[in-house]
C-alpha cells in the first residue's frame, strides 16, 4: 500500500506506542527557615496513579548517582522523590564534607525526622501532577539514607513500607519503635563492619519488643557495606557487589508488591 495511504492508520496507531520519557523536576520546600532541593522522577507515560517512594540517598546527597539510581526504582512503576534533607548549599564533594553533612544529622535524630518528614510531605504534594496514589507511600534509603527512613518509621508516619539498604540500624531512644505504622525490610551486608554485630543485635531487640510490627532483616552472605553502589571500590570495608544488589533491588519490588 502506498506511504500516503498507510499514513492515517499510523498516524492513529503512534499515541499507542508513545516513548517513554523519565522527568526529573526540581523541588524546593522549606523547613524551619532552611531551603531543600529535592528532585522528583517519574516515567511521564503513566495513566494510572502509581505509588509514591521517597528516596534519602547515601551521606554524599543528592547526586548524578543517586539521580540514576532513582529513574532505576521508578521506572513505569513509581514515582519517586530524590530526598535532599542536608539543605539547597549542602552539596558535599568528598567524604569528608560527606561525613560532617550525614553527622550533623544523626548527632540530631528529632532534626533528622522532621528533615525527612518534610521532604515526603514535599513528594505528595508536588507528585500530584505526577500522578501519585496518595495511599501507596513507602520510603527508601541508602547508607546514611537507610537509617534516616528508620527514623522516618520512628516518628510514627502513617506510610506502607521502610526499606534500608546497608543502612545504620541503631537509634538513641529505641522505645520510638512503638510508634512505627509501616512495614520494615532491613537489607544488610553480613559482612559489613560499619554496621557492628552489636547494633544488629540491638535492632533485633528493638523490633521484637513490638510484637504486632510486621519488620524483616535479610542479611547477605559475603556483602559487605555499600553493596548497591557500583562506586563503592574498598574490600572489605565498603564495595558494589553486583549479585547482592540484584537480589536487594528485587527483595524490595516483592516488598512493595505485597505492601501496596
Known amino acids: 500500500m502506498p506511504l500516503h495511504l498507510l499514513l492515517p492508520f499510523l498516524l492513529i496507531l503512534l499515541p499507542n506506542f508513545a516513548v517513554a520519557t523519565m522527568v526529573e523536576e526540581h523541588v524546593k520546600h522549606t523547613h524551619d527557615g532552611v531551603t531543600f532541593e529535592s528532585i522528583l522522577v517519574y516515567d511521564d507515560t503513566g495513566t494510572i496513579p502509581r505509588p509514591a517512594i521517597l528516596m534519602v540517598p547515601n551521606w554524599m546527597g543528592v547526586t548524578p548517582q543517586s539521580l540514576e539510581q532513582a529513574k532505576q526504582v521508578a521506572g513505569q512503576d513509581y514515582v519517586v522523590l530524590i530526598a535532599d534533607i542536608y539543605g539547597k548549599t549542602v552539596r558535599p564533594k568528598n567524604p569528608d564534607e560527606a561525613q560532617k553533612a550525614a553527622t550533623f544529622l544523626r548527632s540530631n535524630r528529632s532534626l533528622m525526622r522532621a528533615r525527612t518528614n518534610n521532604a515526603l510531605d514535599a513528594l505528595l504534594a508536588t507528585g500530584q501532577k505526577a500522578g501519585v496514589d496518595q495511599k501507596k ?25 521502610v526499606v534500608s539498604f546497608h543502612g545504620n540500624l541503631d537509634t538513641p531512644n529505641p522505645g520510638d519503635a512503638a510508634n512505627i505504622k509501616s512495614a520494615v525490610l532491613v537489607l544488610h551486608g553480613a559482612d559489613d563492619p560499619i554496621v557492628p554485630e552489636s ?21 547477605f552472605g559475603g556483602a559487605v557495606h555499600s553493596f548497591t553502589d ?31
Open 199 to 219: 547494633q544488629i543485635q540491638a535492632f533485633n531487640t528493638e523490633m521484637k519488643a513490638q510484637p504486632n510490627l510486621d519488620w524483616q532483616l535479610v542479611s
Open 137 to 161: 507511600t513507602a520510603a527508601i534509603g541508602f547508607c546514611f539514607g537507610g537509617g534516616a527512613v528508620l527514623e522516618l518509621a520512628r516518628s510514627g508516619r502513617d506510610i506502607k513500607g
Open 230 to 260: 557500583p562506586s563503592a571500590n574498598t574490600p572489605g570495608r565498603s564495595q558494589y557487589d553486583e549479585r547482592t544488589s540484584k537480589r536487594a533491588f528485587a527483595l524490595m519490588r516483592k516488598f512493595f508488591s505485597e505492601i501496596f
